[in-house]
């Protein structure tokens, strides 16, 4: 029978996030049934409860950086045992056949990914919702374990903000040797810094906020560049071979267009549309290089991600709110007052 479950919505645009109760679908045979512990919250979360990308389905439950226990698996899972701590991102299906889900790439399905919530399930047509919640129902196949190594509050951001970062700098073969830039210390930025020290390169921060070089240092920044100083600016012209943009808004991409090597990479990881200003072809043709984007990363390269975070003990800086609390969060998220992710204890659901 169809799970009842208490969890938190927004039923419009302008209305807090608030108490709700709805039912998730009865558990299919290739189904994991998590009884959710904690839910990192992201950006993304803010954006779809208000709709701005302007595609919120309500009532909207978000939350898609999930980590709790088995509490039960249908007839053909053999892979995860009740009681194991497991972790669900950012999606929870995808059509499995394409060419991208055949690579191991499921976000860039061509059929189109399923979404962890504001989506709806591709065998039943019903709404997907997110962990803000005490219970989620997903396919085996978009379960991650997580590994007792971690704490598991901390590591609820690693299924978005870790794996965002960690893809590209993975698909880019970042390691020794390499000279890398991150664009911006939130909780994209800070994960970012993190993977690429560990990972062997030497670690520039890139930021606009003078006095952040102390704590940059702390997250693995070897050098810290302060793009508002045109002097410093112009020391670091064709430094680097890779740049991590984190950040999420509109900002002018060629003072570190020139900041590249030649074959440098520019990667994008925030939405930040439009590009404004335009970006100077020469800037990009006279140093062959190249601005690219990515998104999130497979299932598997997420699996891949967490073992290295259990090995390296990488996890991310967080603070931990009720769920009564998420409204206020989203104000101080908008204020950058997070150092660098807000994580909800689910266990407030039942005082809320």
């Known amino acids: 029978m169809a799970l009842s479950i208490r969890g938190y919505a927004a039923q419009s645009a302008t209305s807090p996030v608030a108490p709700y109760q709805f039912e ?31 595609g919120s389905i309500y009532p909207l439950v978000p939350g898609h950086e999930i980590v ?4 039960a698996v249908g007839d053909k899972v053999s892979t995860f045992k009740v ?19 055949n690579a191991g790439l499921e976000p860039y399905c061509e059929n189109g990914a399923t979404w962890t919530y504001n989506d709806k399930d591709r ?17 085996d196949k978009f379960v991650v374990r997580i590994s007792d190594k971690l704490d598991p509050k901390a590591a609820a951001p690693l299924l978005c903000a870790g794996i965002t970062t960690w893809s ?3 698909h880019w073969k970042i390691g020794k040797g390499s000279k890398v830039a991150v664009i911006g210390l939130g909780g994209l930025g800070h994960m970012g810094l993190k993977f690429a020290k560990a990972m062997g390169a030497d670690v520039t921060l890139f930021t606009r906020t003078p006095g952040k070089e102390a704590e940059a240092r702390r997250l693995g920044a070897d050098h810290v560049v302060l793009s508002t100083d045109a002097q410093q600016m112009a020391a670091s012209a064709r430094q680097f071979d890779f740049i991590l943009d984190t950040v999420p ?8 267009l020139a900041t590249l090597k030649l074959n440098g990479v520019l990667c994008l990881v925030g939405l930040l549309e439009p590009i404004e200003p335009p970006v100077q072809a020469a800037m990009v043709i006279l140093g062959r290089r190249s601005i690219s ?8 390269e997420t699996q891949e991600m967490l073992d290295f975070c259990a090995e390296h003990g990488i996890v991310s800086d967080i ?34």
């Open 24 to 54: 998730r679908r009865d558990p299919r045979p290739d189904d994991v049934v998590i009884d959710i512990l904690y839910c990192g919250v992201c950006h993304s979360d803010l954006h779809q409860a208000r709709n701005e990308w302007h």
């Open 68 to 71: 709790g226990r088995v509490s």
């Open 83 to 101: 009681g194991e701590m497991v972790g669900v991102g950012c999606m929870v299906d995808s059509c499995q056949h394409c060419a991208s889900c």
């Open 123 to 139: 065998h039943d047509g019903l709404p997907t919702f997110g962990g803000y919640s005490e219970r989620i129902v997903v396919s």
């Open 168 to 170: 590209p700098l993975r």
């Open 249 to 256: 808004s509109p900002h002018d991409l060629n003072p570190y």
């Open 293 to 300: 984007g990515s998104a999130i990363g497979g299932i598997a």
């Open 319 to 352: 603070e931990v709110i009720d769920i009564k609390d998420i409204n206020h969060a989203y104000e101080r998220m908008l204020k950058s007052d997070v150092k660098y992710r807000f994580v909800i204890d689910i266990a407030s659901l039942k005082t809320a």
